[in-house]
Nanobody, 124 residues
Framework: QVQLVESGGGLVQTGGSLRLSCAAS????????MGWFRQAPGKEREFVAA????????YYTDSVKGRFAISRDNAKNTVYLEMNSLKPEDTAVYYC?????????????????WGQGTQVTGSS
């Protein structure tokens, strides 16, 4: 089992930056693919980015490519989402999630563990 706690959300102006962190409990963090998802009001939860267990491979949804970067520090049991050039449409609750498989996947149903979410609000 793994427990996840996100932090780092907030209010940011268009074009600004934020870094989200997700701290995981347990000693097996490196055995999980980690993902970030987001959910805007009235919309379904959508995939944002994911990173392989070693951190060597990453995958992004098209709308954030070139602006967001996912990374992980297995020694610190933490995964990060660096968000740059933020847009109002990036406003959402951001969730980190853990998937016990070895394959990077973008479907939320494949992730068995979720954090409570952190709000990111972009303002113009």
């Amino acid at each position: 089992q793994v427990q996840l706690v996100e932090s780092g959300g907030g209010l940011v102006q268009t074009g600004g930056s934020l870094r989200l962190s997700c701290a995981a409990s347990g000693r097996t963090f490196s055995s999980y693919v980690m993902g970030w998802f987001r959910q805007a009001p009235g919309k379904e939860r959508e995939f944002v980015a994911a990173i392989s267990r070693s951190g060597g491979n990453t995958y992004y949804t098209d709308s954030v490519k070139g602006r967001f970067a996912i990374s992980r520090d297995n020694a610190k049991n933490t995964v990060y989402l660096e968000m740059n050039s933020l847009k109002p449409e990036d406003t959402a609750v951001y969730y980190c999630a853990a998937d016990g498989s070895s394959i990077i996947r973008s479907t939320p149903e494949r992730y068995g563990y979720w954090g409570q979410g952190t709000q990111v609000t972009g303002s113009s």
